[in-house]
């Protein structure tokens, strides 16, 4: 059986990273893992989206919706506009951050009011403040990190298998606070 998993996000949040390290868990525990990349105007502040499909056999990349078991979002905005692809017994890992689309800031749109708890009515939703989270730690770079501890507890999977594919795919001046960023979420 096939497992589907979203990241979404904004250009610049390290959803890419995020998905290396999803693959690396999973082909470490034998699974065949497609992953696709869509970057759309990622370099502009616009949605980055990765599919991550894992299982003993898996036919293609991509995630339809109403598939994804998981969908991890980097922003709230993000999470809202990609909630159709999870599924019915889905789980939503939500960032709870906000970073205004260019239409918001130029005032051409507005940013919806209480994204989350809408998306609580109908998904299984969990939040955490990552950016302030990493702040504490002092690097606000690693949040993606803390969300996807967060997610690991969802999946099938080792606290250490997670721990040794951060240690391989981040760069080795920061293991370390990647690591310590992980356990965070993984400790919510």
Known sequence: MTKNIMIVGVGGQGTLLTSRILGGVMENAGYEVKVSEVHGMAQRGGSV?????????????????????????????????YANFLKKDGVLIVNDWRIDPISVVMGTAQYPENIIENLERTHTVYRINAMEEALRLGNSRVFNNIVLGMAA???????????????????????????KAFLVGYEK
Do not use: C, S
Not at 60 to 71: F, R
Not at 156 to 176: N, S
């Open 49 to 81: 989206v990765t599919f991550v499909r894992y299982g003993k056999d898996v036919a293609e990349p991509i995630v339809e919706e109403g598939q994804a078991d998981v969908l991890i979002a980097f922003e709230r905005l993000e999470a809202l506009r």
């Open 153 to 179: 507890k969802h999946m099938e999977f080792d606290r250490e298998d997670w721990l040794k594919v951060i240690e391989a795919k981040v760069p080795p001046k920061t293991v370390e606070i990647n690591t």
